[in-house]
Nanobody, 124 residues
């Protein structure tokens, strides 16, 4: 599966953005999808994940209550709605696909495929 992340941009603190992760391939619905981010000079970190059906999700503590992950398997797309953005959310955001796992994982090395990343910049 190939992944294409989009929707990044420049937003003021308190604003919102919606990221999209579009996937190619007919087996998209069999993949869990995760979002990770990497800020300059920092390690890549988990943000959110959703299982193949959308029934199970997981969020990093730093984004709980502000970010929402959802998927539309008919459109081969996963969304990350980001509200109440903070300057510390500034990073390159990546989506990744994990095949066949029943429970979502927060570990980057568990994911099989990665998109190219989209930059989110939150100004104070």
């Amino acid at each position: 599966v190939q992944l294409q992340a989009s929707g990044g941009g420049l937003v003021q603190a308190g604003g919102s953005l919606r990221l999209s992760c579009a996937a190619s391939g007919r087996t998209f619905s069999r993949y869990a999808i995760g979002w990770f981010r990497q800020a300059p000079g920092k390690e890549r970190e988990f943000v959110a994940a959703i299982n193949w059906s959308g029934a199970s999700t997981s969020y990093a503590d730093s984004v709980k209550g502000r970010f929402t992950i959802a998927r539309d398997n008919a459109k081969n797309t996963v969304y990350l709605q980001m509200n109440s953005l903070k300057p510390e959310d500034t990073a390159v955001y990546y989506c990744a696909a994990d095949y066949g796992r029943v429970v979502v994982t927060t570990t980057a090395t568990d994911y099989d495929y990665w998109g190219q990343g989209t930059l989110v910049t939150v100004s104070s």
